[in-house]
């Protein structure tokens, strides 16, 4: 298993731009999440999916939209990039028998 | 507003040393109680994880105790190694999908 993997690993946008982050994970977890990470800040729960075609908000999901087509992938779009959208964005999956969440790798993205 | 508050923000211990960290919360509904390990450059990766029924788990060693009436829960790592070095993350949930994270503690062990 690849478990939980993230592209790109690292990204520059201009302000103002348009990107969508692809996480996708092998394990047929139903749940699926996106933290962004700041620092001295820990992670922050963007958006989280219990499920295909189920999605809803956590705790700072302006500026931000998922979509939840397949079990496999839970994609992040930023519409208009802005500079406060400066940080590292973690996907995570779990089963729903379980609390463990699984981490990718990370994508680092500046926007400048 | 931080759900789960966490100190020290950063930590230095001698080899063999124990390292100690704190993390408190309020909300009373919180049943889970994960602590994440992350290096450089990865994601956080689950250590050790306690629920509310109990008051210290231990797994090698990592211990967590916990403290319900206080709403206190700590991290020890005994014999710490410079392999330890790492920024841990203690974190809370009631329900499992809300994981709310402490601000993370930058462990340093001096060989």
């Known amino acids: 298993n690849a478990g939980v993997t993230q592209t790109p690993k690292f990204r520059i946008l201009k302000i103002g731009q348009s990107m969508t982050l692809q996480c996708a994970q092998d394990?047929?977890?139903?749940?699926m999440y996106w933290y962004r990470q700041d620092p001295g800040m820990g992670l922050k729960l963007i958006y989280y999916s219990v499920g295909a075609g189920i999605t809803d908000k956590g705790e700072v999901p302006n500026g931000y939209n998922v979509s939840r087509s397949t079990t496999e992938d839970f994609p992040l779009r930023l519409e208009l990039a802005a500079p406060s959208q400066t940080s590292v964005y973690f996907c995570?999956?779990?089963?729903?028998?379980?609390?463990?969440?699984?981490f990718g790798p990370g994508t680092r993205l500046l926007v400048l | 507003q931080q759900q789960v508050k966490q100190s020290p923000q950063s930590l230095i211990v001698q080899k063999g040393g124990i390292s100690i960290i704190n993390c408190a919360y309020e909300?009373?509904?919180?049943?889970?109680f994960p602590w994440y390990q992350q290096f450089p450059g990865k994601g956080p990766a689950l250590l050790i994880a306690i629920r509310p029924d109990v008051s210290e788990k231990k797994e090698g060693r990592f211990t967590i105790s916990f403290n319900k009436s206080a709403k206190q829960f700590s991290l020890h790592i005994m014999d710490s190694q410079p392999g330890d070095s790492a920024t841990y993350f203690c974190a809370a949930t009631a329900g499992a999908n809300n994981l709310f994270f402490g601000t993370g503690t930058r462990l340093t062990v001096i060989p």
């Open positions: 909300n009373t509904a919180f049943d889970y």
């Open positions: 995570a999956s779990r089963t729903g028998l379980a609390e463990t969440q699984y």
């Open positions: 394990m047929n977890h139903n749940y």
